[in-house]
């Protein structure tokens, strides 16, 4: 067999492996630094920030300068050029000088990378600011600054020159006058790299940072240290950060920090935090972006939102963000919604704002400063404030009234979902801590047939939920649906089960859920605590017991139900029907207000004589009672009317 003849020498060939060796260290060595701003862009990501909202290479509109470009940073894009460079670019002089020996005796000597690297800036920074493409930055990324570009030029000259001239103050007269080393570094730009105006120079210094990187073990170092926070597994998570960008480089494409964190998720922490942000660019457009529903495609999805937000993980911490400032009423079916979310965020959830004081005043505002379960609740919310930074790329956008209304309805559908099934766990548990007698036997069959009811139809859960929490002297029915969730859960359950009661101790034939709140006309106030009607100023007090003659009658007189259920209430029947007959004629039940619920029942001493006796018999006879209670002040009242006016009919 003939041994094979090369056409290079052993020297030649020599020099052919070192300088492809040399290509593919540099080649590697630009795919780290990609994947160490690819991993500060990410963790920016995850903490709500942004460094950059894409990252991509060879697709910059400037040679040599695309190595890695990072668009949207700072309002920018920022072009690289990484330089694997371990030794001096060059000795030759700032000043370019002619070759002195050899066949091109007398040409200019050749340019260095470096040199036709700024020779390329010089022809960007000729052109008028309105030609420029935008906003542009440069990095130079290199190993070590103490190199020299020239001699008596160094990076590290290079680096403290821009500082200088990137200082408040700096003018393109002051750079022109400078003495070295900026007399040095126009020389050599001017010489080297065809800058004609000091102008430009000016400019291209200003718009020029340098980084100085270290070599492949500092930055593989500097991933993991940067990882090490949000992600387990640090260098394996650097290493599939690295395989996706080369498996996805592409000059027509560029990759999202978002798209990098979808490919991590399974190595983040457990206790590191996920959000959501919503940001009302005006009432028609808004923006949705986060973490909470992992990294996929489906952004933000709102069932998903409010599964994390109301029924989070043990192990994650989340936060909900208002990326825009809220100073006024609500003006959108998705304020309300998204306010209805933060009011009843799971324990340990957190709930950040731009200009949180407008936030707190208008949920206070709008809610009569209570959800109604305590006087102190909303002042506990401990809603911060949150540092305003730009969208990130990748979200969704709300651009038309019937978007941003179906966003509100998912989110409301959702919420509504969520209390609904706490509520019927609570008063599932509370029937089941009874004991045994008739009485838990009868509540329990008929709360199966209502949950079957309310189960089948989201509309009437939502109606059923609103309802029970706010009297209508309060105005309008969106303050019933803001305090409608998990805050409120055991008011409702404690609602329903005092329904439950009563419903086995009438004698309704029917009593399923619609005919028996209906059909019959009985309706329950939940509330605890409330600020009074809405013609009164607002005092948050307890409900009902707390009012005077006035209030109770202000509220009295705008319920139209027959059968009035205060659950939390604490007033006797002789207390309801008795107190203000000794105030003389303007006590009592006024024939002038018809509408005035027939029979009024609460959490009274003696509705709990009539439990504690464990018959359905005990409980018709406090319901009689309480009717026969009513009924006896009416007569007292007409007569005290009659004798005042003995000549009525």
């Known amino acids: 067999m003939e041994p094979e003849i090369s056409l290079f020498n052993n020297d030649e060939l020599l020099i052919l492996m070192q300088k492809k060796l040399r290509l593919k260290q540099a080649d590697d060595y630009d795919y780290r630094v990609a994947t160490l701003y690819a991993v500060k862009a990410v963790i920016a990501y995850m903490d709500g920030m942004e460094q950059c909202q894409r990252i991509g290479n060879e697709q ?80 130079l990324a290199i190993p070590n600054a103490n190199i020299q570009i020239k001699k008596n030029l160094t990076i590290v000259q290079l680096r403290a020159v821009c500082t200088e001239w990137s200082k408040a103050g700096a003018n393109v007269e002051g750079f022109s006058k400078a003495g070295n080393p900026t007399e040095t570094v126009r020389n050599w730009l001017s010489s080297w790299c065809d800058f004609s105006t000091n102008e430009a120079m000016f400019e291209c210094l200003r718009a020029l940072e340098i980084c100085e990187h270290g070599d492949e073990d500092r930055i593989d170092g500097d991933c993991c240290s940067s990882l090490m926070d949000w992600y387990s597994s640090t260098d394996a998570v650097r290493r599939e950060v690295r395989d996706f960008l080369v498996m996805n480089a592409s000059s027509e494409q560029s990759i999202t920090p978002r798209m990098i964190a979808c490919k991590i998720e399974q190595y983040v922490r457990q206790h590191k935090r996920a959000w959501a942000r919503y940001n009302m660019v005006n009432p028609l457009e808004w923006e949705v972006s986060g973490t909470l529903s992992g990294h996929g495609t489906d952004i933000e999805f709102p069932e998903r939102v409010v599964d994390r937000l109301w029924e989070p993980s043990e192990d994650r911490s989340y936060e909900l963000q208002f990326g825009h400032k809220c100073n006024g009423e609500p003006s959108c079916s998705l304020q309300l919604s998204l306010m209805r979310l933060a009011l009843h965020v799971a324990p340990g959830v957190s709930v950040s704002a731009s200009g949180v004081d407008g936030w707190h005043a208008m949920v206070a505002q709008t809610v009569r400063k209570t959800l109604g379960h305590s006087e102190d609740e909303l002042s506990a919310l401990r809603w911060t404030n949150w540092g305003s930074t730009p969208t990130p790329a990748d979200h969704r956008k709300l651009r038309m009234t019937s978007l941003v209304d179906g966003e509100a309805s998912q989110l409301s559908m959702r919420m509504t979902a969520l209390t609904w099934k706490n509520v019927k766990n609570r008063v599932s548990v509370k029937i089941s801590q009874g004991q045994s007698s008739e009485v838990r036997d009868a509540i329990e069959a008929l709360w199966l047939e209502w949950q079957d009811e309310i189960n089948a139809d989201i509309m009437l859960q939502q109606e059923l939920l609103t309802d029970m929490l706010y009297a209508k002297s309060e105005g309008s029915l969106i303050i019933g649906v803001l305090r409608s969730g998990l805050r409120t859960v055991f008011l409702i359950a404690d609602a329903l089960v005092m329904l439950l009661h009563l419903a086995i101790a009438s004698d309704a034939t029917d009593r399923n859920w619609r005919n028996f709140g209906n059909g019959l006309s009985v309706r329950a106030v939940a509330l605890l605590y409330w600020a009074g009607s809405n013609q009164q100023a607002e005092d948050l007090r307890r409900f009902f017991d707390d009012d005077d003659r006035s209030q109770r009658a202000e509220f009295l007189g705008k319920e139209t139900a027959r059968v009035l259920v205060l659950p939390q209430a604490r007033s006797s029947v002789s207390a309801i029907y008795g107190k203000t007959l000794a105030d003389g004629r303007d006590g009592g039940d006024s024939i002038a207000e018809p509408r005035t619920p027939t029979m009024i029942v609460t959490h009274s001493q003696e509705y709990k004589d009539a439990l504690g006796q464990k018959t359905i018999a005990s409980l018709k006879d406090f319901l009689a009672k309480a009717l026969q209670g009513r009924e006896a002040q009416r007569a007292l009242h007409i007569d005290m009317l009659t004798m005042e006016n003995p000549n009525a009919d």
């Open 60 to 139: 910059g509109d400037i040679d040599e300068w695309d190595d890695i470009v990072l668009h949207g940073a700072a309002n920018a894009t920022i072009h690289c050029q990484v330089k694997r460079q371990m030794g001096n670019f060059s000795n030759d002089e700032p000043i370019r000088g002619l070759k002195t020996t050899g066949e091109n005796k007398g040409e200019l000597k050749n340019l260095t990378a470096l040199d036709s690297a700024f020779e390329k800036l010089s022809k960007h920074f000729a052109k008028p600011v309105s030609e420029r493409d935008g906003s542009k930055k440069f990095r």
